[in-house]
């Protein structure tokens, strides 16, 4: 929402500036919208970069997570086992299938590609690759808990 308000604030300033009526026929209320609109500029950047920070914070330690796990089993990682998928889901192998549900919908919610797609292209790499993970545990758990 504040993303947006900061847009919004942007198209409104330039709007003012560019427009021939003016509340002060000299250039100095120009000059003071000129730097409250560089002001959101700046302010959406820093808000850009924070997420971008937040995320690939995340994707760190999820995958620093991750490769201490596959270390700890042994043999390579091979293909996707069932305890594995318990683990990627962040879930119990006592859960119903509507705790497992959710729980992937939450995982998916913060890696997906789709809400990635404004970072950089090692983000979204590693998103696809975790959203890849993710589909596969969900489908070998769905399928363990109806069969």
């Known amino acids: 929402m ?3 308000l900061n847009y919004i604030w942007i198209i409104l300033l330039a709007i003012y500036i560019i ?12 000059l003071i919208a000129a730097g409250a ?15 971008q920070k937040q995320y690939s914070d995340y994707y760190r330690k999820s995958n620093t997570g991750r490769q201490s796990k596959q270390d700890s089993t042994a043999g390579p990682q091979g293909p996707l086992t069932l305890d594995r998928a318990y683990r990627v889901l962040g879930i119990n192998r ?3 299938l509507d705790e497992i549900n959710r ?10 590609p789709d809400k990635v797609s404004h970072l950089s292209e090692e983000l979204q790499e590693k998103a ?20």
């Open 94 to 96: 006592d859960s119903t």
């Open 19 to 30: 427009s021939p009526i003016d509340a002060n026929p000299m250039f100095i209320d120009d």
């Open 37 to 51: 609109m560089f002001y959101f500029l700046y302010k959406n950047t820093k808000l850009k970069q924070q997420q």
């Open 128 to 147: 696809k690759e975790l959203t890849l993970e993710l589909n596969a545990a969900y489908d070998l758990v769905k399928r363990y808990k109806k069969g």
């Open 103 to 112: 729980a992937y919908k939450e995982k998916m919610t913060k890696t997906h």
């Open 2 to 4: 504040t993303k947006l």
